[in-house]
C-alpha cells in the first residue's frame, strides 16, 4: 500500500485508529472531521504528513466541495476510508426532518458520492482501496431505530457492488461491518447506560477491528464481519427463528 490516504472521521474512535494504522504504509493523510483541534493533534502523532480538512459531511454538497478542496491541493486519492458516521434519529419520533436529512446525507449519500467521484480515477490508475465502515447491524432487521441499520444495510450492498464493478480495474471495495466496539460512538449517541448494561464479551477494540478490516481489503473481500464473536453469530443473526433469542441474552435488541 502506498499514496495517500483520505480518512473521513478522523477526529476520534474508528477513523483516528485507522490512521495510526496505516501510519508509515501510505505516504500522505487527508483528515476530514468536523473537530480541527482533534484533527491537529491526531496529526501532530503521525509520522506521515497530514493534510487536515474542517468539513461536515452531513450537507449535501461537502462531498462536491471536499472533492474540490482536494484537487485543489494538487492531491490524489489513493485509499479511501469512509468512516464518518453517527447514531441518528429515531425514524418513528422524527419532528426535525433537517435532522434526517443531514442522517441520509452522511451515512449514505456521501458515502456513495465520494465513492463516485474518486474510484473512477483509481480505476484509471490500475490499483486504490476503499473501506466503507458499515456495521454488523445492518447484516439484519430490528426494532432499535428504523434507521442506522438500514443506513449501514445500504452501505454493505453498496460496497459489494462496487467491488465487482471495480475489481478488474486494481480497485478493491469493502464493506467493514463491526460488531460493538469500543469508541465514542455511544458516548456521543448517549448510550452508556446501555453499554455499561451489556456483557464485556460482546465489546471488541478499535484496533482489532480495523486490522480486520485492512487485512481483508488487502484480501479483496467485499464484506468483512470484524470479531470471532461476530462471524460466528452472523448467520443466526440472520435467521429470524434464532435472532431474538440471541440478542435477548445479550441484553440488546440490535448491534
Known amino acids: 500500500m502506498n499514496g495517500t490516504a483520505l480518512i473521513t472521521g478522523a477526529s476520534s474512535g474508528l477513523g483516528l485508529e485507522f490512521a495510526r494504522q496505516l501510519d508509515g504504509r501510505v505516504s500522505h493523510f487527508i483528515l476530514v472531521a ?12 503521525l509520522s506521515t504528513p497530514s493534510t487536515i480538512i474542517e468539513q461536515d459531511l452531513s450537507l449535501a454538497d461537502s462531498p462536491g466541495a471536499l472533492c474540490e478542496r482536494i484537487e485543489v491541493l494538487g492531491l490524489t486519492v489513493d485509499v479511501l476510508i469512509n ?7 429515531h425514524l418513528l419520533s422524527v419532528t426535525e426532518y433537517s435532522e434526517q436529512r443531514r442522517f441520509e446525507q452522511l451515512m449514505m449519500n456521501t458515502v456513495a458520492e465520494l465513492c463516485s467521484r474518486l474510484i473512477p480515477r ?40 462496487l467491488n465487482l464493478a471495480a475489481k478488474n480495474n486494481g480497485v478493491k471495495v469493502t464493506a467493514l461491518c463491526p460488531g460493538f466496539t469500543h469508541t465514542e460512538f455511544h458516548t456521543v449517541a448517549g448510550l452508556m447506560d446501555e453499554k455499561a448494561n451489556s456483557p464485556s464479551w460482546i465489546w471488541y477494540d478499535a484496533s482489532t477491528v480495523v486490522r480486520e478490516g485492512l487485512a481483508a481489503c488487502d484480501k ?8 470471532r464473536l461476530y462471524r460466528w453469530l452472523d448467520p443466526f443473526l440472520r435467521s429470524r427463528l434464532l435472532r431474538d433469542t440471541i440478542l435477548r441474552l445479550a441484553g440488546r435488541r440490535s448491534v
Open 34 to 45: 468536523r473537530r480541527g483541534e482533534k484533527l491537529q493533534a491526531l496529526a501532530a502523532s
Open 122 to 161: 483509481m480505476q484509471s490508475r490500475g490499483a486504490g482501496w476503499v473501506v466503507n465502515v458499515a456495521s454488523v447491524a445492518g447484516r439484519f432487521p430490528s426494532s432499535d431505530s428504523g434507521n442506522y441499520g438500514p443506513a449501514k444495510a445500504y452501505v454493505i450492498a453498496l460496497s459489494e457492488e
Open 83 to 89: 468512516n464518518a458516521g453517527i447514531a441518528g434519529p
Open 220 to 227: 479483496g473481500q467485499s464484506v468483512i464481519i470484524s470479531g
